[in-house]
Every structure is written in structure tokens, then in C-alpha cells.
């Protein structure tokens, strides 16, 4: 990435990089609170339903404006489209795709056990009669997996794991090397979350239970003592071999002591005796002795990994068990009795070995029979390649329990969710924000279960805002709401589980005399990043530390959008905006520094719109001035140029990604319909129509893989809601849940010019409300 230094001039009109001007303020007017918004509620559907008439360039279900072949004018196309026509969306060549598997190589003197066997059950047993610390804590986690399932609440964004690997060797080729150790990484990393190459492997019946656990793995990057680690360490023993006694977890006993088992995953790696190929200790064990271990050649998929058992599925199995999982069977032998406490699973007699044909049918669980394509069966590591929704959930309950301090005490979660006006801090959870007719804050929620504080009713947040809310989560059951007041300065409310903050009506004033809204970014827990224009159209920025508010920093540039920000990792933000020459233009910070200004081209007829699904990774999108949407990516190395999806668009893009390679787009077409197009990380899918007729820009969120919850405003200025369950379109293809209210503003951002006509480049809130002096 050419990370050259422009010749854009950083400080166009020298003003004091210290701060905004400010200006004292009154916001947080009290006003009587009431449970619904001024006005009535909309009824039924959108005005308008589905297939309503268009305007030139509009139509029915199918692709947007197919025919329509705007002004793609000389100059006006955007560069790098080929061609820049634009019927029918094009798909980019192909992005990167999933990952590709390692090879192997096997070799030297190394245990190579038949079939598998995993010593989970023998430690239990042994601590549940030697231990009744263990028996109690083993009840309590049931427990409390059962109050935790029940209240559907999922840890938020990803999970990601600290892991520290103790090599334990006696012969040097038992030293395993690094790459067999990175391969067991990329591995785990494949399989909880469900990119694993060999999906394809589980029969039909069962492929709607396929989970992703948003469970990562990492070597520890920093050791006990606080200083850089490799997340390895080698010990030499003159034990020849280890059984499940926990010798190997102690150097007292020829292994090696553990690093704090609260704050790492502990997985000794060493030779195994007795055809045991690894084995866990369950949540609530001694901590001294909490970990996976695992036999070498069932490590990795490179070095001394040998077949059936080099796919590295053996530590994809043990640390399901760290995690609270049990044998798919339930442990009592052949019998049909015992249970795994895992309700979508189906009941089995044993276990199944080597590699079974579809179906095996045991417990008269006929038709499709035993489910021996999970991680938790015992078959060959090629036969084992999903978790379970339900197991899913049971390893969330765990880790949002007793292993919480496994994530707290590193990041809480991935990417955290992106800022907007809707947001979601946990699974099934919605928290909407948007603008009364007397410009109050005013919210509503989804709990899982139902609209609060009623399906058409909200919470009244105070204030008389001149921008539409910008809420960011950092993490559970977090929210920080940002406005701009009627001097122009920043406002905050936050949410901190219990209360809002200073008060339910109440504002924190942050200064500033701002001509675009607020955006914000957070990347980890307690921070937040906030980006506004002020009068000289430079970009400021003030961030939240955790203890105190910093800044405004002047950022530079002349802007003609508002900032866009998306961090995709920790001390990471990335910045967009549209220049003079209404092209993109990017700026990011990466730990230590800000960079200059690059240019991203292009002749964009709205803000840019940007969503990250992974660390270095960056989707980009806007309207270009033929109101077709554009699309370009940073995959890590080289952004790609803008390729052209098509469509004659009425409204900014909307986009979303909830998982890897996965992106998702709304627009509004000329008819005022939603439209959504989707990248499954092949293809660009074309417009789907999704009915209604909508007067603002759609909002989107994502609380799970394969969800997706969009919000629009109808013509009675009402909120509607559709949602995504991973199989079909609620409440139907075209229609909406009416969540009632009149919404002044919900998604503030430029409305498209028609085609020809010069774009309006500042958001509709402040048009004519601020003018620099
Ligand atoms: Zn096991």
C-alpha cells in the first residue's frame, strides 16, 4: 500500500490544533418523560407496500434499474470500474477466499494410535471422588449454563483466547517446531469458527445445526510478568512418556508448571503413553492443573503429526471438553441413557471410530442417526468437522462464566460493533436510537423476547438534538449515545448496565462547534474514538481513554462528508471522508502515528460507507454520480479500484458484514424501495427487492452469523424492521414490523442528487443551520 504523502495541505487555515472553539451550552432541557413519541404510530404495513410505481430507473422485484444507463459521464465515471457501465451488478474477480490446509509430513519415532482415545473422563472421575471442591463447582456451572442459556444473552463480537503452548520433549524429534505449532493455531481457528475446508463432509440432514462459536486462538504475546512472549515455551524431561496423572503439568513431576490458568489456555504438548492421544480437565478443576494435553503426533498437521490424527482435530476436541462440552455419546458407555446436556444433538449409544458412512443409526435415533461428524465423537480427524449450535451455546455459558477472565483480561471481543444508530451488544439484542418531532433522544429495544418498552413505544432520552443519534457499545449491556446540541457541540449519554449517565435526560457536554455529526469508533472495552467536522472542515478527533476525555486533535483535511471510522483491531482506526474533488480519501492510525491523507479516487455522489470483517481488512462503499453503487477493498496488501454493483440508488449505502468474506448492502432505489445486495465471498449477488417505501436511509445491524436486522422509516415517518434469520425474510420478503413513533431523523446523511445534478455534500441536518464564519 503506497503509503505516500500527499501534497494536501494539512492545515488549510492554521487554526489551533488544541481545540474547537466552544461554546457554553443548555442542552439536556428536561421535558416530561413519556413512553411513546409524539405523533401517532403508523399502522400495518409501509405506506405505499411493495411494487409501488418508481421513478425512471426503478422497478419491481430483480435487479435495480437494469436498463437504466445514467449519466456515466466522461469524466464522471469512476476510476478503476472497467468500463464504468453499469446495468447488472459486476463481481469483483474474486476476493481472497478461505484458507487452504496444510500438508503433512510425519515421521521419526512417534506414538501413532489407532483409534482415538481421550482421557477427559478418567481425570473427571479421579477429581470427582478425590475432590469435592470439584463436585461442587461442576454442579454450580451447570447451573449456571442453565440460567445463562435460558436468558439467550451471547458475549458479544469475538472471543479471542491467549494460549500458551508447553513443548515437553525427551527425543528431540518430540521438540515440535514452530510450524507444527501454527498449523494447530490456524486449525482451531478454522474450526470454532466454522471455515473449516471440510464442511462439505457433513451429510445434508445435518448441516443446519453447522455453528460458528466466535471462539479465536492466539499465542500469548505477552508472558505472567508482562514482558513479550513467544507463547511457547520448551522444556526437556527424562520422562520418556505421560499418562493422564497430570505429571506433565507439573515440574515438580518431570513437565512443566503452567502459566495462570484464569488468564491463558495451558496446552502441554508432549509424548502421551498408552495410545491416549490427549486430554482436558472440565471447568471448575484444580486451577494448578487446568489445561488440554496433547499427544505430539495428534498436534498440528505438519512435523510429527501422523495420520488418522493429523488434522489437528484432537486439540479441537480436548479443548471443546475445556470448555465444558462432553462426549457426543454422554459418557455411559453404549447405553442410551446418558446425555451431553446438549439438546440438538441426537442421542447415541457409543462411540463411533474411524470414519462411518451416513447413517449410523444407534438409540433408535433413525433416521439420520448419530451425528459422528462432531467434534466430540471419536472418529479419525478427516470424520470430525462441526460444533453444534447448542454446543455453541453451552462453550458461550463458559466462557462468559467461569472463564471469563480468559477474554476479560484480554479483549473482550473482536471488532467491536460498529457505531450507528442501531447497535447490538449481545446475541438477539437491539438497541435503537432515532429522533422524536420535537428532536428528543428517544430509544427502544429488542431483549431477546420483545420490543421495550412496547412494540410502539420508547424511552424518552431528553435533549433537542440537531443530529441523529451515533451510539457505540464497547462491550455488554454498554451503550454511549453522541448528538450534536443546538450550539453545534458534542453531547454523550452513556448506558452502563444499570442507569443512564448523567441522567436519564441528561447530557455530558464534549464542546465543539461541529458541522457534520458525530462518528465514533470504540476498539476495545472503555474507549472511544469520536470524529467530527468543525467550522473549517477539518477533521478533530477526542477519544475516551477509560478515565478521562482527550482532545480535540486537528486531523487536517477539507471535507465535503462527514468522517466515516471502522476500527478492525485494537489501536487501529481507520478514517474516510470525501475531499473537494469528491473523492475518497483515507487516513488511519495505527498505534503510534497518524498517517497523511491518501487518495482513494473516485467521484462519489454520497459519503463513503465502510465495514471491516477482519483485521487488515476494508470494504468500502458509495453512490457514484451515475447513483450506481461502488465498491472497493483493502485486503491487507493493495486496495482493488472501484468495481461497479450496479443499480440507480436513492440513498446512501448501508452496509454490514457478519462474518468473514461476507458482506451485506442496503440502498434505496428510485421507488423508495429497499434493495440488498450480499458478497458470500465469490460473488456479488445482484438487488433483491424488499418491498416498502421508505423516506430515510435503512440502517443495518448483525448480532449473529447469517442475521441481519434493517430498519427504515416509512412515509408516516413511523420506524419499520425486517429482519434476516439466516433462512428467510421476516415478517415476509416485502414486509415490515411496525415499531411505531414519527421519527424526525434516524440515519442523517445526503440525500442522492439526481442524476446530473450537483450532489448536496453536507448532511441534511446541518444544511443551512451552521455557517462557517
Ligand atoms: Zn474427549
Known amino acids: 500500500m503506497p503509503r505516500k504523502a500527499n501534497g494536501r495541505a494539512d492545515k488549510i487555515h492554521g487554526t489551533d490544533p488544541d481545540g474547537m472553539p466552544g461554546t457554553p451550552m443548555s442542552n439536556g432541557v428536561t421535558e416530561p418523560p413519556r413512553t411513546s413519541m409524539p405523533g401517532v404510530s403508523g399502522t400495518g404495513g409501509m405506506g405505499g407496500g411493495a411494487g409501488s410505481p418508481g421513478s425512471p430507473g426503478a422497478s419491481g422485484a430483480g435487479g435495480m434499474g437494469a436498463g437504466a444507463a445514467p449519466s456515466a459521464s466522461g469524466a464522471g465515471g469512476m476510476p478503476g470500474g472497467g468500463g464504468a457501465g453499469m446495468p447488472g451488478a459486476s463481481g469483483p474477480g474474486g476476493m481472497p477466499g478461505g484458507m487452504g490446509g496444510d500438508t503433512n509430513g ?9 483409534r482415538r482415545s481421550c482421557g477427559v473422563m478418567d481425570v473427571h472421575r479421579r477429581l470427582l471422588s478425590s475432590d469435592p471442591a470439584y463436585a461442587a463447582a461442576r454442579s454450580a456451572l451447570e447451573n449456571a449454563t442453565t440460567q445463562y442459556l ?139 492443573t487446568d489445561g488440554v494435553v496433547i499427544l505430539h503426533s495428534g498436534f498440528g498437521t505438519t512435523g510429527t503429526a501422523a495420520a488418522p490424527f493429523d488434522l489437528g482435530r484432537t486439540t479441537t476436541h480436548e479443548i471443546g471438553h475445556y470448555l465444558n462440552l462432553f462426549h457426543i455419546w454422554g459418557d455411559d458407555g453404549s447405553g442410551c441413557s446418558g446425555s451431553d446436556e446438549v439438546a440438538d444433538t441426537p442421542n447415541q449409544g457409543g462411540p463411533n471410530f474411524g470414519v462411518p458412512a451416513f447413517p449410523k443409526v444407534s438409540c433408535s435415533n433413525g433416521p439420520n442417526g448419530d451425528l459422528f461428524v462432531n467434534y466430540m465423537d471419536y472418529t479419525d480427524d478427516r470424520g470430525m468437522v462441526m460444533f453444534t449450535t447448542d454446543q455453541v451455546a453451552r462453550m458461550e455459558a463458559c466462557l462468559d462464566t467461569v472463564r471469563t477472565d480468559l477474554i476479560s483480561s484480554y479483549e473482550e471481543s473482536g471488532p467491536p460493533v460498529p457505531a450507528g444508530p442501531v447497535v447490538s451488544w449481545s446475541g438477539d439484542r437491539l438497541d435503537a436510537f432515532v429522533l422524536g418531532t420535537d428532536r428528543a433522544m428517544y430509544h427502544k429495544w429488542w431483549d431477546g423476547s420483545a420490543w421495550g418498552p412496547s412494540v410502539g413505544g420508547y424511552e424518552y432520552m431528553g435533549g433537542v438534538c440537531m443530529s441523529a443519534p451515533e451510539v457505540a457499545s464497547w462491550g455488554p449491556d454498554r451503550l454511549d449515545a453522541f448528538v450534536l446540541g443546538t450550539d453545534h457541540g458534542v453531547y454523550h449519554k452513556a448506558w452502563d448496565g444499570s442507569s443512564w449517565q448523567p441522567s436519564a435526560t441528561g447530557y455530558e457536554e464534549l464542546g465543539g462547534i461541529c458541522l457534520s455529526p458525530p462518528r465514533v469508533a470504540t476498539w476495545g472495552p ?80 454520497s459519503p463513503p460507507t465502510v465495514v471491516s470483517w477482519g483485521p487488515d481488512r476494508l470494504d468500502l462503499f458509495v453512490l457514484g454520480t ?127 442528487p439526481a442524476p446530473g445534478a450537483a450532489p448536496a455534500m453536507m448532511p441534511k441536518a446541518t444544511i443551512g443551520e451552521v455557517v462557517p464564519t
Open 106 to 114: 510425519s515421521g521419526g519415532d512417534v506414538e501413532r494410535p489407532a
Open 150 to 288: 435460558a436468558r439467550q444473552h451471547r458475549f458479544a463480537g469475538v472471543a479471542k483466547i491467549p494460549v500458551v503452548v508447553h513443548v515437553v520433549w525427551n527425543s528431540p524429534v518430540q521438540n515440535v517446531s514452530q510450524a507444527q505449532i501454527d498449523s494447530q493455531l490456524d486449525v482451531l481457528n478454522r474450526d470454532f469458527r466454522a471455515t473449516n475446508t471440510d464442511l462439505g463432509f457433513v451429510p445434508a440432514p445435518f448441516t443446519g445445526l453447522i455453528a460458528d462459536s466466535r471462539i479465536e486462538f492466539f499465542l500469548a504475546t505477552e508472558d505472567p510478568n508482562g514482558n513479550p512472549t513467544t507463547g511457547v515455551t520448551r522444556t526437556q524431561t527424562n520422562k520418556t512418556s505421560f499418562s493422564h496423572d497430570d505429571q506433565i503439568k507439573s515440574s515438580a513431576t518431570g513437565g512443566v508448571d503452567p502459566w495462570p490458568t484464569d488468564r491463558y489456555l495451558n496446552v502441554w504438548v508432549g509424548q502421551l503413553g498408552g495410545g491416549l492421544l490427549g486430554y482436558a480437565q472440565f471447568p471448575g478443576g484444580p486451577a494448578e
Open 526 to 605: 472503555d474507549r472511544l474514538d469520536l470524529f467530527v467536522l468543525s467550522t473549517d472542515r477539518a477533521i478533530y478527533h477526542k477519544w475516551w481513554d477509560g478515565s478521562a476525555w482527550n482532545g480535540y486533535e486537528y486531523l487536517g483535511g477539507v471535507c465535503m462528508s462527514p468522517p466515516e471510522v471502522v476500527s478492525w483491531g485494537p489501536d487501529r482506526l481507520d478514517l474516510f471522508v470525501l475531499s473537494t474533488d469528491n473523492a475518497v480519501w483515507h487516513k488511519w492510525w495505527d498505534g503510534s502515528a497518524w498517517s497523511g491523507f491518501e487518495s482513494l479516487g473516485g467521484i462519489c455522489a
Open 626 to 752: 451515475d447513483s450506481a453503487l461502488y465498491h472497493q477493498s483493502w485486503n491487507g496488501t493493495a486496495w482493488s479500484g472501484w468495481v461497479s454493483l450496479g443499480g440507480v440508488c436513492a440513498s446512501a449505502p448501508t452496509a454490514v458484514s457478519w462474518g468473514p468474506d461476507r458482506l451485506d448492502v442496503f440502498v434505496l432505489g428510485m421507488d423508495s424501495a429497499l434493495y440488498h445486495q450480499w458478497y458470500d465471498g465469490t460473488a456479488w449477488s445482484g438487488f433483491e427487492y424488499l418491498g416498502g417505501v421508505c423516506v430515510d436511509e435503512p440502517r443495518v445491524t448483525a448480532w449473529d452469523s447469517d442475521r441481519l436486522d434493517v430498519f427504515v422509516v416509512g412515509t408516516d415517518g413511523g420506524l419499520y424492521h425486517k429482519w434476516w434469520d439466516g433462512t428467510a425474510w421476516g415478517p415476509s420478503a416485502t414486509d415490515y414490523e411496525a415499531l411505531g413513533g414519527i421519527v424526525s431523523d434516524f440515519k442523517v446523511t445526503l440525500p442522492a
